[in-house]
């Protein structure tokens, strides 16, 4: 709170003073609706003259509704808008995929797609396609929203660094006499953006990754979200819910850095070979899909062990560490085995890596085009 007295004039100060009139006035209100709203304060000599005595007391409130307005308003509270709305569509396109994946990975039915799709049917009908869906949906909202928008926050604010380090050189280390300087801007700012969205999203979503995958694997003991959630607690604790935590992070970061390096690489190029500055819905499919398809298939054997983790329980075994998941799966399957489930994998990826990406750029094409107008301006 600020109090300022405006006292004009001479004497009188030390009269007693009463209440006359109280008002709201906007005061460092800027184009945003941010600032204050000033309450004034009018105060009277007691016997309601005027004087020299008078105070004018000046008392500053935030400006709740102004602030809230600005926050939406932001270009990055609009980049994780645009990222939730692409990974719900994107979601409730794909979930049969997402399904024969996961169950192919885990080892649970046949080793075919299309024995495992009519399994899938006749055991719990086409609905069975979309088992374990709301979890699947209230995991990939947040998480596409973290991982998208982080990526473009990280990448900008990695690229003004850099800027800087430019002029005013990079940061150092000071060890005794020695000073060693960190070769930061050899970084590549679309890497280090895509390395900090994964391990966000992973560390942020992780429980609802393993809640989704024990609905799908065995709807029959995991009915329903309250009842997966309920066993996993009373069996293993706060624990169970980040069971291949390490591993899920170790897979993710060559995965992500190479899924955003790949798509923002390819983009940019293809843009500049074509001299276009955006591109069609078409292209963007296209483009997401090579990216995913890329990442995946450089990180699936660390996909394999993850999953191993995370369902390990349900066999009645589960391996100590991802280590010794990768050491299981040879032993029992061969070098083969590490890329078990990777055909059906690529038919998740691919189309949920394109739509992704081609609803996100859409999605911001529209929340973020009077910034973007602006900034053209």
């Not at 009018?42 to 000046?58: R, S, T």
């Not at 102004?66 to 994107?90: C, D, H, K, N, P």
Request: charged share 20%; net charge positive.
């Amino acid at each position: 709170m600020a109090f300022d007295d405006a006292v004009s004039g001479g004497g009188g100060c030390g009269e007693k003073l009463s209440l006359a009139s109280v008002g709201l006035s906007s005061a460092g209100a800027g184009a945003g609706g941010g600032g204050y709203k000033e309450l004034v304060v009018m105060g009277l000599p007691k016997d309601d003259v005027l004087d020299d005595g008078a105070k004018v007391i000046g008392l500053k409130l935030p400006d709740v509704g102004g602030a809230v307005r600005a926050f939406f308003r932001s270009r990055e509270v609009r980049e994780f808008t645009s990222g939730a709305l692409a990974g719900a569509m994107s979601k409730a396109v794909l979930a049969p995929l997402e399904t024969l994946r996961t169950r192919m990975v885990v080892g649970v039915g046949s080793r075919h797609i299309g024995g495992n799709f009519v399994e899938i049917i006749e055991q719990n009908g086409w609905q069975g396609l979309w088992a374990g869906n709301t979890i699947n949906m209230i995991r990939i909202i947040p998480t596409q929203a973290i991982e998208l928008g982080t990526f473009e926050c990280v990448k900008r604010r990695m690229a003004e660094a850099q800027e800087k380090w430019k002029e005013d050189g990079c940061p150092k280390i000071q060890i005794g006499k020695l000073k060693i300087e960190l070769p930061l801007h050899f970084l590549s700012p679309v890497a280090v953006a895509g390395a900090a969205a994964g391990i966000a999203g992973t560390l942020m979503c992780h429980p609802l990754e393993v809640i989704k995958d024990r609905l799908t694997v065995n709807p029959e003991a995991y009915p329903r979200i309250s009842v997966a959630f309920s066993k996993i607690y009373r069996t293993d604790g706060i624990g169970g819910l980040y069971a291949g935590l390490c591993p899920t992070l170790i897979g993710m970061l060559p995965y992500s850095t190479c899924y955003y390096f790949m798509y923002d690489t390819i983009k940019t190029s293809y843009c500049r070979l074509h001299k276009k500055t955006s591109l069609t819905r078409p292209e963007l499919l296209v483009l997401g899909a090579l990216s995913g398809l890329t990442a995946s298939t450089i990180s699936f054997p660390l996909e394999v062990a993850r999953k191993r983790l995370m369902a390990g329980t349900l066999h009645g075994k589960c391996p100590p560490h991802m280590v010794a998941a990768l050491s299981e799966v040879i032993q029992e399957e061969g070098i083969q085995g590490l890329y078990r489930g990777w055909g059906a994998s690529c038919l998740k990826v691919m189309p949920n890596s394109g739509i992704t990406w081609m609803f996100y750029e859409a999605w911001k094409d529209i929340l973020l085009a009077d910034d973007d107008s602006k900034r053209g301006a």
